[in-house]
């Protein structure tokens, strides 16, 4: 297929990148390079630096396109709720500018990288696809308002969409192409590494006072290879069966933060900095997906995502990063 992958430099959209060429789809990349990621050459890939709030762009580079895949977000939940309006220009009228450039080009696949941060707090149990949707940031609000409009575009103009929402993407390619790494983290694990590798002076972990077993943050991490084949699955069904849904993807298993921190120090043979600090505002203490759906529809089954192989992934491409410099 002929593969449009907007947001295609990041770092999920990289590891999607890879994962389409090893299964010998046509790739174009569109990225306005606004993360500041070190743009990934693969071979045979064309590279457009545009922004999807460029809608003649998109009118022109979508045109004669099987489908597209639409990573291109912000995501910092925190910043979220201080500039909303950036998250409603970006990520509900950048998609909406997508949306309709398929409509007018008559492209008629569309995967989108939706969130488990559309379900806001849980109950604690694992969140399967019909849960309660009750966004607690507004980052998860425009992710379950693009799946809503969704829902409109494959009524009124027959494009046919799934919804991928991740849990918490994590891990590096294990092989080890993809080479750039995100600037400013603010995610667990890469935090870890670069207090490990001296870029910051510790880890702050935020609180140790949740009723979980170790009393910290439990979490669903789903390695971004896994991520990435689930999106090259979701293109084979869509073209399958034409038909369009949402499906969670997680592990279905939980990880705390302890154990994560545990994991590094051990991969990285000495001490991490770290100390307890408070709880950061809005954190659930658990999120676990049911993410038995995408496994049965999608015959997906995640391969990397044991705590080892997430961390040890992680570490080694900050290896060669700082090695390479
Ligand atoms: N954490 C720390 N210290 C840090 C960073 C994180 O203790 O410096 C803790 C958090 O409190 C949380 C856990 O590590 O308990 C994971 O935090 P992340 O910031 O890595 O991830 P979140 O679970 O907050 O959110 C991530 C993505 C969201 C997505 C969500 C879906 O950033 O975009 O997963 O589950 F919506």
Known sequence: MKVVVIGGAGYIGAHVVKALLDKDHQVKVYDNLSTGQEINYFNGVENVVADILDYPSLVKELLGFDAVIHLAAFKAVGESMEF????????IMGTLNVLNAMTATKVPY?????????????NGEPIGEEALKAPSNYYGFTKLEIERFLAWYDRLKD?????????????????????????????LIPVIMEAAFG???????FGNDYPTTDGTCIRDYIHVSDLAEAHVKALDYLVLHNQSMSLNLGTGR???????????????????????GERRDGDPSQLIAASSKAQSVLGWTPQYSDRETLIKTTYQAYQRYYQSK
């Not at 909303?84 to 990520?91: D, L, M, R, V």
């Open 254 to 276: 939980g990880l705390s933060v302890q154990e994560i921190y545990d994991e590094a120090v051990h991969v990285h043979g000495s001490v991490i900095p770290m100390r307890y």
């Open 110 to 122: 569309f995967v989108f990288s939706s969130s488990a941060a559309i379900f806001g707090e849980g």
């Open 159 to 187: 494009i046919k969409s799934i919804s991928l929402r991740y849990f918490n993407a994590a891990g590096y390619d294990p092989s080890g192409t993809i080479k750039g790494l995100e600037r400013n983290p603010a995610n």
């Open 199 to 205: 870029i910051r002076s510790e880890l702050v972990i």
């Open 84 to 91: 909303p309006e950036k998250y409603s220009i970006n990520n």
